[in-house]
């Protein structure tokens, strides 16, 4: 099983990236996918999760939720998990990993443990 994140990098508040996560070994549309991420010094934080097929995604409901700016998404052809990330801030700060979930449809997203290595994405002017 590998995942392979890409797309990370330095931006300006206010700036957008796209993160990609590329898998193998595995039957990629048998299983849901999330994001998450780690800031330095803080624990991991769920991003988003998304269901095997795609049409169910979810978002943090907290006040400060990414779901306003954070798009999640899949292309079940190409074994590939994406992550748009618009109007990012200061405080989306991290390192962001993709993770495989235990079943095609599956909610409880920071059990998701297979993980990549991660793409650190730095927001700073």
């Known amino acids: 099983v590998q995942l392979v994140e890409s797309g990370g990098g330095l931006v300006h508040p206010g700036g957008s990236l796209r993160l990609s996560c590329v898998v193998s070994?595995?039957?990629?549309?048998?299983?849901?996918m999330t994001w998450v991420r780690q800031a330095p010094g803080k624990e991991l934080e769920w991003v988003s999760g998304i269901n095997w097929e795609g049409e169910d995604k979810h978002y943090p409901d907290s006040p400060d939720s990414v779901k306003e700016r954070f798009i999640i998404s899949r292309d079940n052809a190409k074994n590939t998990l994406y992550l748009q990330m618009n109007a990012l801030k200061s405080e989306d700060t991290a390192v962001y990993y993709c993770a495989k979930c235990p079943l095609a449809y599956f909610r409880d997203y920071l059990m998701c443990t297979t993980r990549g290595q991660g793409t650190q994405v730095t927001v700073s002017s």
């Open positions: 070994g595995f039957r990629f549309d048998d299983f849901a």
